[in-house]
Structures are given as C-alpha cells and as structure tokens.
T-cell receptor, first 111, second 115 residues
Framework: ELKVEQNPLFLSMQEGKNYTIYCNYS?????LYWYRQDPGKSLESLFV?????AVKQEGRLMASLDTKARLSTLHITAAVHDLSATYFC???????????FGKGTSLLVTP | EAGVVQSPRYKIIEKKQPVAFWCNPI?????LYWYLQNLGQGPELLIR????????DSQLPKDRFSAERLKGVDSTLKIQPAELGDSAVYLC?????????????FGPGTRLTVL
C-alpha cells in the first residue's frame, strides 16, 4: 500500500525565518507534486517534479526531489505571512493518473 | 483562462436524502477527476474520466455514489442516499496529459454537510 507522509503536520514559524517541509513516500513514484490550499479554497498547483535531482523555485519556495531516498522537500526562505496555508505533496505511481496525497502541512507564519 | 467551476459551493441535507454536485472542467481538458477531502486530510480519488469514459472508478462506493460525464465535458457526481459519514468536501479537477506531466487543476469544491 502506498503511503505518503509529510512532516511536520503543523508548523508555526516567524516571519523572516527559513524552514523545510518533508514528504516521504513508500514506493517508486513517477511524478511528485506540491499544492497549496488556503482555508476554504481550492488546491493551487505549485510544483511538478519529474526526475531525480529536480529542483524548482518560485519566489520564497523551493522544491526538490530525491527519488532514491523517496523524499521531496519544500524549503521556505524568509517566510512572510502570505505563505500561511496548508501545503500538500502528492505522488503518482505506475504511470497512473491518480494523485496520492499526504495529510498536508499546516503552516502559520507569525510576525 | 477560466478555472474549474463547481456548484453548489455548499450543501446541507438530511441523511437519506439525495444530493448532486456539478463540475465544469477547464476548456480542452479531456481528463476529469472527482476527489473526496475529509477534514484534515488530503484529497482521495473517487473516479477519473477520460473524455466520457470512466476509466478508474475503483474507489467509488457504487452502492450509493454514481457519476456521469455526458459529452465528455461537464460532470455530475450523485449520492443517494446520503449518510452522515459523507460529510466532506468534494473536489473536481481536470488535466490535459502533456509530455507526462499531468498537472491537475482543482475547482473550489462543494462542502457537503449531512445532518
């Protein structure tokens, strides 16, 4: 059974600080996705990582993928309040289409 | 470009009543998904359509849930009869499979409360 685990599940951090969210998955994956969800809102696609060593950056967020370790990280640099949201990672396996999500990391950035 | 549209946004019903959700995907996206999101959890796939064909409905509780995608565009998800445990957010997503990326775009969801 595929398991996608994120940690931490809850994160409170001060503005200006750096932090990393981790996403582990239990079986070989084709693709890894990061999504953001604001309260009561839909999921917004942030990154799609396709291969080992892939790194993508957008603003203060940087995502990386290590397929050998079955690990992806989402690094937050100099956090600002606008980054407060829930972040989900998801993987697909066996060239499938279904996204298998982790439980999400609820991030709160405080002044 | 318009995003995925869902309606209604909120629905409150009593148990044993029927309910239906509607989704209009992004124009040109041939793949449509229905996901279920429980509070504090990530979404879980219920059913996937390729055009008008349901190609993965293994997680759809077929005793009470049904879905259709007539003409390969809009889709409707129905629950009959609803149970208390069906209270959740129902998300619709669409994608256009290009070069293996399959980036899925989600609608705002329908929050269902069953009393």
């Amino acid at each position: 059974e595929l398991k996608v685990e994120q940690n931490p599940l809850f994160l409170s951090m001060q503005e200006g600080k750096n932090y990393t969210i981790y996403c582990n998955y239990s079986t070989t994956s084709d693709r890894l996705y990061w999504y953001r969800q604001d309260p009561g809102k839909s999921l917004e696609s942030l990154f799609v990582l396709l291969s080992n060593g892939a790194v993508k950056q957008e603003g203060r967020l940087m995502a990386s993928l290590d397929t050998k370790a079955r690990l992806s990280t989402l690094h937050i640099t100099a956090a600002v309040h606008d980054l407060s949201a829930t972040y989900f990672c998801a993987v697909t396996v066996n060239s499938g289409y279904a996204l298998n999500f982790g439980k999400g990391t609820s991030l709160l950035v405080t002044p | 470009e318009a995003g995925v549209v869902q309606s209604p946004r909120y629905k409150i019903i009593e148990k044993k009543q029927p309910v239906a959700f509607w989704c209009n995907p992004i124009s040109g996206h041939n793949t449509l998904y229905w996901y279920l999101q429980n509070l504090g959890q990530g979404p879980e796939l219920l059913i996937r359509y390729e055009n008008e064909e349901a190609v993965d409905d293994s997680q759809l509780p077929k005793d009470r849930f049904s879905a259709e995608r007539l003409k390969g565009v809009d889709s409707t998800l129905k629950i009959q009869p609803a149970e208390l445990g069906d209270s959740a957010v129902y998300l619709c997503a669409s994608s256009l499979m290009l070069t293996g990326i399959n980036e899925q775009f989600f609608g705002p969801g329908t929050r269902l409360t069953v009393l």
